[in-house]
């Protein structure tokens, strides 16, 4: 009756999560959409008066300005530092909760090019903890872990969450508490049409192209080598630029930053619509074709957002980096599939962009392929391993050659 009890409450503690998860992302979706319309969220709205998004971004910037100004203790935890307060919690830094979520949620209203899983991640262990007051640790994991599926791949929480299993009593753990809380966050999550709102950037309606003679085969492999190579060199130049941002202390030497992130945001709305917000919205239309934008200008877009990205995480427009990494991949990849249209497919140069990108950035190569998998529909798989294994084979290569770890 024990373990039968844990598992109940798991399950519902999990449902809870994941619903209280998917309602608030619902009022922030609902919310832009009116402040911005369709046509802007997608990236295909060109005319939009240049002092409406300086005045909304700008505007947000300054309210961020004066959220955060207290120091960082008001600021959004990352993915990574909210599995890291789940698994020591005794070690924990005190944080101003309502400061952070408040201010991520405005960062995703305010067109800031960030992901959305930081901030769901976090109210799903915060609704956890709640619940069960701190005394299941391992709950509040899975929990997280539910709420991720919101990519469309239920295994995904649990390749970034990583192991569970306790030396002693693992597989208990994982029958009583782990299975459930997951399944139960995805369950409650996908009650409220989370799955649907957030993973409206994949694949799943681009036609299959399968290479059908040996010449396609070769075109797609040299594509996906050349999307690797690039692919890895964005991903170490981005968190090479993160980490220059981060030693800098922007915020502390100059509290007004996310109000001048904010005006840059809104600047680059009106002559680059591709560069701010999360970019789920935009992967469609642009995958689809609804976007005519030159080659220059997608390869031009990417590269900006790529800097803006970093700027926002470093000076308060906080959230996560999955779907502005997915968006910059794919729009290099239909960049140079515009320039190179013989070589390879979309799906070639779009995969081994998104697996080099990754994986320079996340730290688990599992999760790179569930995340990729997902993201892509299946296409262009080939390309993602092979961008996948040229970013591992460098990153290796990098730390043994001595060279200091990069911190995503």
Not at 235 to 242: C, D, M, Q
Not at 323 to 341: E, M, N
Not at 358 to 366: G, I, N, S, T
Request: with cysteine.
């Amino acid at each position: 009756m024990t373990r039968l009890r844990l598992s109940l409450m798991a399950l519902l503690t999990g449902a809870l999560s994941g619903a209280g998860v998917a309602v608030v992302m619902g009022w922030i979706g609902g919310l832009s959409q009116r402040l911005w319309g369709d046509p802007v969220l997608e990236g295909l709205d060109r005319s939009l008066p240049l002092g409406w998004s300086l005045l909304i971004c700008g505007g947000s910037g300054l309210i961020l300005s004066l959220l955060h100004r207290p120091g960082p203790t008001t600021l959004l935890p990352e993915l990574r530092d909210t599995l890291s307060d789940l698994r020591d919690p005794d070690q924990a830094p005190k944080r101003d909760e309502a400061r952070g979520l408040l201010g991520a949620a405005l960062a995703q209203v305010g067109g800031g090019c960030i992901g959305p899983e930081a901030l769901m991640s976090r109210m799903a262990a915060l609704i956890s903890q709640r619940i069960w007051r701190g005394r299941d640790q391992k709950l509040q994991e899975a929990t997280v872990a539910g709420s991720l599926a919101f990519f469309g791949a239920p295994l995904l929480g649990g390749a970034l969450v990583g192991d569970v299993a306790h030396p002693k009593n693992g597989k208990q753990t994982f029958l009583d508490r782990w299975l459930p809380g997951s399944l139960g966050g995805v369950a409650g999550f996908a009650a409220f049409n989370g799955m649907g709102t957030a993973s409206g950037g994949s694949l799943q309606r681009l036609p299959y192209i399968w290479p059908s003679n040996l010449g396609e085969d070769l075109g797609s492999l040299s594509a996906g080598l050349m999307g690797g190579l690039i692919g890895c060199g964005l991903g170490l130049l981005f968190l090479r630029w993160r980490g220059w941002l981060e030693q800098r202390q922007l915020l502390a030497q100059w509290p007004w930053w996310p109000l001048l992130t904010g005006l840059l945001l809104g600047a680059c709305m009106h002559w680059l619509p591709l560069v701010p917000f999360a970019g789920e919205e935009q992967l469609r239309p642009l995958l689809e074709g609804q976007n005519s934008s030159e080659a220059w200008v997608l390869l031009l877009s990417a590269i900006v957002k790529l800097v803006m990205l970093g700027l926002c995480l470093e000076t308060g427009w906080r959230g996560g980096v999955f779907f502005p990494l997915f968006l910059v991949a794919c729009t290099l990849g239909i960049g140079l599939h515009l320039l190179l249209p013989d070589l390879g497919s979309l799906g070639s140069w779009c995969g081994a962009l998104t697996g080099a990108l990754y994986r320079c950035v996340l730290p688990a190569p599992l999760s790179v392929l569930v995340l990729g998998v997902a993201l892509l529909q299946g296409h262009g798989t080939a390309g993602l391993l092979v961008g996948l294994g040229m970013a591992q084979l460098i990153r290796g290569r990098a730390e043994r050659d001595g060279d200091p770890p990069l911190r995503p």
